[in-house]
């Protein structure tokens, strides 16, 4: 079984389109339907997106 997607995952993205391939969710099979699949999966890239904000933003501070 796969591992769930991970915040510390965020440093493997480089571009947008990479997003795609670093999000998985291991429970897929057991979602109710694919609407909730779907749903977890926006959830999943949403908080992946906002980890990269922050990784962006240290990187900024340190770079000072």
Known sequence: M?????LK???L???ASDIEGV???????WRA???TARRRQRRY????????????QEDEFDSE
Do not use: F, H, Q, Y
């Open 2 to 6: 796969p591992k769930r997607t991970s």
């Open 33 to 35: 339907n694919a609407a």
């Open 13 to 15: 993205i480089d571009d």
């Open 23 to 29: 999000v998985s969710d291991k429970r897929s099979g």
């Open 45 to 56: 890239k949403r908080r992946l997106v906002g980890e990269l904000v922050n990784l962006t």
């Open 9 to 11: 995952d965020a440093k």
